[in-house]
């Protein structure tokens, strides 16, 4: 597996999206890690980056509904049902940390 990954980045508030390589995350605990096969952008993630609003920090990546395969799992998240391989979709699920 890469280390890296294209993402789609606001680096700053109302700044330009743009296409670059970020390192592929590690799940933390009740987490799993998703190769990412198919990505929407929709009408809140375009707000949030119109308005400025619901973003936490930059750089942001915008994207919240997703389809693809379950690659890792983090601490515990097989006790969730999850298996490494697992086919999933992801409408819009988004939250965020404080």
Not at 34 to 54: C, E, F, G, M
């Amino acid at each position: 597996m890469s280390s890296t990954h294209a993402a789609l980045v606001i680096s700053e508030a109302f700044g330009p999206a743009v296409v670059q390589q970020v390192p592929v995350p590690k799940p933390g605990k009740g987490e799993i890690l998703v190769k990412v096969i198919s990505a929407a952008l929709n009408p809140v993630d375009q707000k949030q980056w119109k308005y400025n609003v619901y973003v936490l920090a930059y750089p942001f990546t915008p994207g919240f509904d997703i389809a693809g395969e379950v690659i890792e799992l983090g601490e515990g998240a097989s006790e969730d049902g999850f298996t490494i391989g697992d086919r999933v979709y992801v409408p819009f699920q988004a939250f965020f940390d404080e």
